[in-house]
C-alpha cells in the first residue's frame, strides 16, 4: 500500500513528541526507493499512455494521479519528520546551550549534528552583536522574572564572585545571598547555586 511507510514515520514523531528518538535511517531509505519506484511506474506509464492513447482506448491517467498524489504524500511526511526533529533541536540549543548532550547526540544524523552546530554559531554571531558590552544573552531569561533579586543559597565552595557593580562576593557552602537575577541565573543553571523560594 503506497504511504504505509511514511504513515510509520509521522507515528513514530508523534509517540516521541516531547524528545529526539534515533534518527530512522532505514524507515527513510525505504520512503525514498518507494518514491524513486512510483517516479520510474509513472514515466513509464506515461510513455505507455501516449503510445496506446493513439492504437487503443486505454487511459492511465488516474494511475498516474494516484502515483502522484503517493509521492507528494510521501515527500511531505519526510519533511514534516525533519522538520520536527530540527524544531527540537532548536529548543534544545535554548534550553541546554551550544553543547549536546551525549544522550541526544547519539541521536542524531551528521546532518543535524551540523545544523545544531551552524545553529549556534549563527545565534551566539547575532547575541554578541547586540547590546553595549560585547552582546546580550538571550537564554537567560527564558521566562519573564517576577522580581529583580532573588535569594539564593551557595551548594559548593566557589569562591569569589564579582558582580557587575564591581562589588566582590564570596560564595562559600550553605551561605545565603540576596542577589539579582541576571548576576545568578548561570550559576544556578550550573549547580553552584541554589534559588531558596
Known sequence: MFGEKAYLLIKELDRNRDSLPPYNTELLSEIHNEVKQLVTENQEDANVS???RLVENV????????RHAA??????????YHYNRLKCLKTIRWQFGSI???EVKANLSQAEIDF???????????MR??????GVNLAVNLKPPKSLYIE????VDYGQLELTDGS????????RHHLPRTECEELIRQGVLEHVV
Open 50 to 52: 501516449e503510445q496506446s
Open 59 to 66: 487511459s492511465y491517467v488516474p494511475t498516474l494521479k494516484i
Open 71 to 80: 509521492i507528494k504524500r510521501n515527500i511531505r511526511c519526510i519533511l514534516a
Open 100 to 102: 549536546l548532550p551525549p
Open 116 to 126: 545544531f552546530s551552524k545553529y549556534s554559531s549563527s545565534l551566539m554571531q547575532y
Open 129 to 134: 552583536g547586540i547590546g553595549d558590552d560585547g
Open 152 to 155: 539564593v543559597r551557595c551548594v
Open 168 to 175: 566582590a562576593l564570596l560564595l562559600k557552602k550553605n551561605s
